[in-house]
């Protein structure tokens, strides 16, 4: 028997994050995603993530002091960034400095608990820096490092643009990397997992990770969603126009869609609320700051509904659909939405490998043979 696409298919117990897909509703350790997003920051979702409960104060104090310890980035490193070429795609860079971090860990094949806690913290607490170092320098600007006693959230946007963001962006920020800490058996996190699998290293299985996330059936869509926003911008075509044109030509919407969510992605709905708190009513370049961006998702997300709805397919908006807009408004730059999301997803993808190394099986499904049988092979010439 084959499942297409392993749809369905159980393949791990975990603790970590429960999706009810006909509710549209996300868990993480007991706790709806909601709740999380609005009271909580990124942090205290590490620690969850890795301990299975909510930090107390000095729990949360001792985490704090950990990943600061470990968010400066080496000079080796800041170096190769250097050398990438100025083209280098934000996803590339990440999968090639990551690699490269685990070959400055000379432990980085020890998979003792204690070692992958430690490796937990330093990817989550290093990759911020490096993504943000590699934003500046391809921008031929000189890195910023990191300010002691700013959040992961507030550290990242500072990184990025070389002053302290104000409370509502680093709180946004910090809920988007909530939103994206954490989904189950994804596609990323599945490809991590069968590299553990195999007893390789952790950095080896964020690298497999990484790889996988960069697609835009996965983590790649939220910059098919900036593209798709202002491809219909550029082309003066009404919203509505476009995505009938789109769905016509058999072209998938993008931000749109997911394998599990039968209903509206309860992350989307987040990101949507939070929108509404940092997108400036009005202002923005060529008119197309303010608020520009996310009517212009309204009209999508209200045709795409329609449309769906009339076809008898459940397909509503996922978390990339309004990432877009929100993170446009932060100052990130398109091309990184996807490294953003790698980032928010290393404490998930972490953690998933603390439950993998715990009781791993190597993980080794069959493939149905549908080619030919009794072959004889002729000499060459003779074929
Ligand atoms: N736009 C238009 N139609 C769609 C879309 C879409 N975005 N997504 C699915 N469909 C249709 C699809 O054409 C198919 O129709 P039919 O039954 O007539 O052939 C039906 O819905 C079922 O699609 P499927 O390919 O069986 O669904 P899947 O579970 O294999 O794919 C998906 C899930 C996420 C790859 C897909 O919905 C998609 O390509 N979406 C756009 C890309 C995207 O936004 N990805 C981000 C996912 S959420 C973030 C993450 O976890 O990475």
């Not at 980085?108 to 170092?133: G, Q, V, W």
């Not at 800490?181 to 990484?210: C, K, P, Q």
């Not at 075509?237 to 394998?259: I, K, N, Y």
């Not at 969510?261 to 509404?276: C, H, I, M, N």
Request: hydrophobic share 40%.
């Amino acid at each position: 028997m084959s499942t297409s696409g392993l749809e369905g298919v159980v393949v791990a117990q975990t603790k970590l994050s429960a999706i009810n897909g006909a509710e549209g509703e996300l868990i993480y350790g007991g706790y709806e995603i909601d709740d999380l997003a609005r009271h909580t920051t990124f942090e205290e979702v590490c620690y969850l993530l890795w301990n299975g409960e909510l930090p107390n104060q000095a729990q949360l104090d001792g985490l704090r002091a950990q990943l600061a310890a470990e968010q400066d980035a080496a000079p080796e490193l800041i170096e190769m960034l250097r050398a990438y070429p100025r083209t280098a795609d934000p996803m590339a860079g990440l999968r090639t400095i990551v690699s490269a971090l685990g070959m400055f860990d000379p432990n980085a094949d020890d998979n003792t608990e204690p070692e992958l806690r430690r490796k937990a913290i330093l990817l989550t607490a290093k990759m911020p820096t490096l993504t943000a170092a590699f934003e500046r320098i391809r921008n031929g600007k000189e890195p910023v490092a990191p300010r002691a006693g700013l959040s992961m959230a507030a550290n990242f946007l500072y990184m990025l643009n070389g002053e302290e963001a104000d409370e509502i962006r680093v709180r946004t920020m910090d809920a988007a990397l909530i939103l994206h800490a954490e989904h189950g058996m994804n596609a990323s996190t599945f490809a991590a997992r069968v590299t553990a699998g195999t007893l390789s290293d952790v950095y080896s299985a964020i690298v497999s990770a990484i790889g996988t996330l960069k697609g835009p059936s996965h983590g790649g869509a939220n910059v098919e969603v900036m593209n798709m926003l202002r491809d219909i911008a550029q082309s003066g075509t009404e919203p509505e126009a476009w995505v009938d044109h789109a769905l016509e030509s058999g072209r998938r919407v993008m931000g749109f869609g997911h394998r599990v969510y039968k209903a509206t992605d309860p992350r989307a709905k987040v990101l949507r609320d939070l929108a509404d708190q940092i997108v400036p009513a009005e202002g923005g370049e060529g008119g197309r700051g303010g608020r520009y961006w996310l009517d212009l998702s309204d009209r999508i997300r209200s045709h795409m509904q329609a449309r769906m709805e009339a076809a008898g397919k459940k397909i509503y908006p996922n978390v990339d659909f309004f990432s877009a807009s929100v993170y446009t408004t932060l100052g990130i730059p398109e091309d990184l939405f996807t490294a953003v999301f790698a980032m928010a997803r290393t404490p998930g993808w972490t953690a998933h490998l603390f439950e993998q190394y715990a009781k791993n099986r190597l993980i080794r499904p069959e493939a149905e043979y549908t080619g030919p049988r009794g072959l004889t092979v002729k000499p060459v010439g003779e074929r």
